[in-house]
């Protein structure tokens, strides 16, 4: 008889454990969340139930009324990420190539990176109105900051050797940031990529809470609103599934551009 074959073994059997142990966990704490409110320990007024929350997501997808309200929080997160992240590493890597106007901006940036979010909310409704472009703006703020610093410390620990050495050997300023700079930052724009993912659809919903007609904010605050427990949880569940997806395609993105470092 032979030698028998090894099991197949790798990055794809660690993710499948990985992905076993996540749906457990999941199913685990749904199952105490549904059993402590069914026996009366967890008042279903404050906290609903997972069941109950279900079907309200199962309702409003079968009568299409999510599709808009999502539709609305999308465009404006996107937005927000796109503007927020192209002017954050912008500006990342500029500071990141010039210490002294690293130096000379370095307390405004910290000053404005101090100011709170919510705070500006209020202003953007004032300046914008109640359409996209102030949840917009308050999404570019919160995503902003997160790409700048990120992307500064990614051209900054860029490895100084291999920076002379290039330079050594004729690279000019454009090759210099396409074949160092730029690899260097990419590990560092893609972490906080993740990051900013979830902060602008933050900005996006609290924006839309605060003031609008439309979007997943808007479905939130008119269910608080009415105390509906339900679809206020059924509102975050929504959000929190999108935020899961989109960041899944944000990773699979990330392992393809940066596969020439495995």
Known sequence: ??????????????RAVILFWQVLLGVSVLAL???????????????????DIGLRIVRWVASGSLW???????????LGL???AASGISLGFSL?????????????????????????????????????????ALAVTLVFFVMFFNTYQGVRDADRTLIDNVRILGAT??????HVLIPSALTWIFSSL????????????????????????????????????????????????????VSAGVTRLER?????KS
């Open 82 to 84: 796109v503007v927020g």
């Open 96 to 136: 990141g190539r010039s210490p002294m106007l690293a130096s000379i901006f370095d307390p405004y940036i910290k000053m404005l990176n101090a100011v709170p979010r919510v705070v500006l909310a209020p202003l953007f409704l004032l300046w914008f109105g109640l359409g996209i472009w102030s949840k917009v």
């Open 1 to 14: 008889m032979g030698p028998r074959s090894a099991r197949p073994s790798g990055p794809a059997s660690g």
């Open 256 to 260: 393809w551009l940066l596969r020439w």
């Open 173 to 178: 300023e454009r090759q210099l940031v396409r």
């Open 194 to 245: 993740q990051t900013s993912l979830g902060f602008a659809m933050v900005g996006a919903v609290v924006g839309e809470y605060l003031g609008s007609t439309r979007g997943l904010g808007y479905v939130i605050s008119q269910a608080e609103g009415t105390f509906d427990t339900t679809g206020v949880f059924a509102g975050m569940t929504v959000l929190g599934i999108v935020v899961v997806i």
């Open 33 to 51: 969340w549904q059993t402590l409110v069914s026996v009366k320990i967890l008042d279903p007024f404050f906290v609903s139930r997972p069941t």
């Open 68 to 78: 808009g309200h999502l539709a609305v929080t999308l465009e404006e997160s996107l």
